[in-house]
Nanobody, 125 residues
């Protein structure tokens, strides 16, 4: 069982930056694929970014390409989401997720076995 805890959310002006962290406990997740999703009020939870265990393959939603970077530090059992040039449309609760299963469908919520509780990101205009 893997327990995920997100942190780093907050209120930031448009154009600002934030770094979200997702710390895993209960199991080393160096061989897990990890992902970030977000959910705005009244909307479905949507894919943001994913990273395979090898760290060589990252995938991003079109809406965040060039602005967000997903990374991981397996020594710390932590995955990060570096967010820059933030927009009001980026306002949402951000969730990290992980799975030990190999998958070619990492943008899909169903690919993941473990989820954190989320951290709120609010971007003011």
């Amino acid at each position: 069982q893997v327990h995920l805890v997100e942190s780093g959310g907050g209120l930031v002006p448009a154009g600002g930056s934030l770094r979200l962290s997702c710390a895993a406990s209960g199991h080393s997740f160096s061989s897990y694929a990890v992902g970030w999703f977000r959910q705005a009020p009244g909307k479905e939870r949507e894919f943001v970014a994913a990273l395979t265990w090898s760290t060589s393959n990252a995938d991003y939603a079109d809406s965040v390409k060039g602005r967000f970077i997903i990374s991981r530090d397996d020594a710390k059992n932590t995955v990060y989401l570096h967010m820059t040039s933030l927009k009001p449309d980026d306002t949402a609760v951000y969730y990290c997720a992980a799975t030990p299963r190999p998958s070619s469908q990492l943008p899909r919520r169903s690919a993941y076995d473990y989820w954190g509780q989320g951290t709120q990101v609010t971007v003011s205009s």
